[in-house]
């Protein structure tokens, strides 16, 4: 065969492979989106923002209170590294050390965020955690992702199975830092919310991304390093602080614009914001505060056990103005003898619990007993004193008792009355016969 026949050839067989393969997510930048969570039924109106999308999360139920294309595919930027820390922190001891390679060092190159590390340099686990979260180092993010996966593709396929566990949909990741290498990298913010809401369950992770300063000490090949946040709703001294704030995450590429996700807690409620695709970093943190704001407000954590034992759960995000009754309980068997409760409202979810079927067969059981159970007998005026086997007192008892007598007496009276009336009447016809009779005579 011919040269020529054989690129001919294989360039078919290019061309059927590249039509045979599956089509990448479309990932549109510019898209925009309406305020899904206004269109919700009975919900509360909230103002729009110029990030392209958004979602506020409470974090304990899980009930997502505000929305704004949160399921629509994004460039994370950063706010991959969420993800990161998290493998990070379920599968290294803080302790463990990472060594610096090629493939960190690939990404350690101007205007990519990095912390500057040489061959060979060896950093703890925590260190590299700090750095990931605080620098937002994509050197750092890239090499614990060779550490831990044993490649970069490696420990992609670990986010994505972790992701997929968390329920997230709209998620594939292809590396550890979040520059758009391929553009088959993308989440969603409903996603990142699912990732950040199971983070911050870890001490660990929760501890350093609430951390404003970090410093490095001096490693095998580099003096001391320092890092501070790049949240500015963190800092109490810039403009933007949020009061409640305890950690969060920025992101910013060309094609993401600029990413964010924050977390703040107030009076016992936890609500996970994150907004994806705005132009300005200042902007994005004013429409922060105001969809937290919005969910701060508007909202009230309501226990719905109602005296349940709950092995999980039990708590709702009630709208402003909606009461416990009015939100509708769903019952459902689950796994290994427990019963899942969902807490609805509007066709939306507002927050989940599970407990033991026999708890709850038990509570079910004192229910019904509280119910069948007469209630106690008011307080009155008079000598009210003892009580029947049936629950009345001693002077309902003699009340009682004594109108029986009453209809007794009525009765035996009534009968005589109608007895002295059907001798009056068999005593004139008596009289009238013997009128006749003796006019016969």
Same mark, same amino acid.
């Given at each position: 065969m011919s040269r020529r026949r054989l690129a001919g050839v294989l360039a078919m067989i290019l061309a059927i492979c590249t039509a045979a393969r599956p089509a990448m997510a479309a990932v549109d930048p510019a898209a925009s989106f309406q305020v899904d969570s206004n269109s919700w039924q009975q919900w509360p109106q909230a103002a729009d923002i110029q990030a392209k999308t958004g979602?506020?999360?409470?974090?304990?139920?899980?009930?997502?209170?505000?929305?704004?294309?949160?399921?629509?595919?994004r460039y994370p930027a950063s706010l991959t590294k969420i993800m990161t820390a998290l493998l990070l922190v379920e599968n290294c001891g803080m302790d463990q050390q990472i060594t610096m390679t090629e493939t960190g060092l690939s990404e350690a190159y101007p205007?990519?965020?990095?912390?500057?590390?040489?061959?060979? @340099?060896?950093?703890?686990? @925590?260190?590299?955690?700090?750095?990931?979260?605080?620098?937002?180092?994509?050197d750092v993010a890239t090499q614990t992702a060779e550490y831990i996966g044993g490649s970069v593709q490696g420990f992609a396929d670990m986010m994505n199975d972790r992701a997929a566990k968390l329920g997230c949909v709209s998620t594939h990741f292809t590396n550890a830092s979040g520059l758009e290498s391929t553009v088959d990298h993308y989440t969603s913010a409903h996603d990142l919310a699912l990732i950040t809401r199971e983070a911050i369950?870890?001490?660990?992770?929760?501890?350093?991304?609430?951390?404003?300063?970090?410093?490095?000490?001096?490693?095998?090949?580099s003096g001391e390093r320092g890092y501070g946040t790049h949240i500015m709703m963190l800092d109490p001294a810039s403009p933007y602080y949020y009061?409640?704030?305890?950690?969060?995450?920025?992101?910013?590429?060309?094609?993401?614009?600029?990413?964010?996700?924050?977390?703040? @807690?107030?009076?016992?409620?936890?609500?996970i914001g994150v907004l994806m695709g705005c132009a300005d970093g200042g902007l994005i943190c004013q429409e922060m505060a105001k969809v937290l704001d919005y969910g701060f407000s508007q909202f009230t954590k309501t226990d719905m056990t109602d005296g349940l034992k709950v092995s999980e759960g039990g708590k709702a995000m009630v709208p402003a103005g909606v009461s416990a009754a009015d939100v509708e309980v769903r019952?459902?068997?689950?796994?290994?003898?427990?019963?899942?409760?969902?807490?609805?409202?509007?066709?939306?979810?507002?927050?989940?619990?599970?407990?033991?079927?026999?708890?709850?067969?038990?509570?079910?059981?004192?229910?019904?007993?509280?119910?069948?159970t007469p209630a106690p007998a008011e307080e009155g005026s008079g000598d009210i004193s003892g009580s029947s086997q049936n629950g009345n007192t001693s002077s309902e008892t003699e009340t009682s008792g004594a109108g029986r007598l009453l209809y007794l007496v009525m009765a035996v009276l009534g009968a005589l009355i109608l007895a002295g009336i059907a001798l009056i009447f068999v005593g004139a016809h008596r009289n009238k016969q013997y009128r006749r009779k003796n006019e016969r005579k």
């Open positions: 979602v506020v999360m409470e974090a304990e139920t899980g009930a997502v209170l505000y929305a704004k294309g949160m399921d629509a595919q205007g990519s965020s990095n912390c500057s590390p040489v061959l060979g @340099e060896v950093f703890t686990a @925590e260190q590299c955690l700090q750095m990931i979260l605080i620098k937002s180092a994509n369950k870890n001490d660990k992770f929760r501890e350093t991304f609430g951390t404003r300063y970090v410093t490095i000490p001096a490693t095998n090949l009061q409640g704030c305890f950690g969060g995450k920025t992101g910013f590429t060309d094609e993401a614009q600029n990413c964010l996700m924050v977390c703040a @807690e107030r009076n016992g409620v936890t609500l019952e459902a068997a689950g796994p290994e003898g427990q019963i899942q409760f969902t807490y609805e409202y509007g066709g939306r979810i507002l927050g989940t619990a599970s407990a033991a079927e026999a708890d709850y067969t038990a509570w079910q059981a004192a229910q019904k007993q509280a119910e069948e």
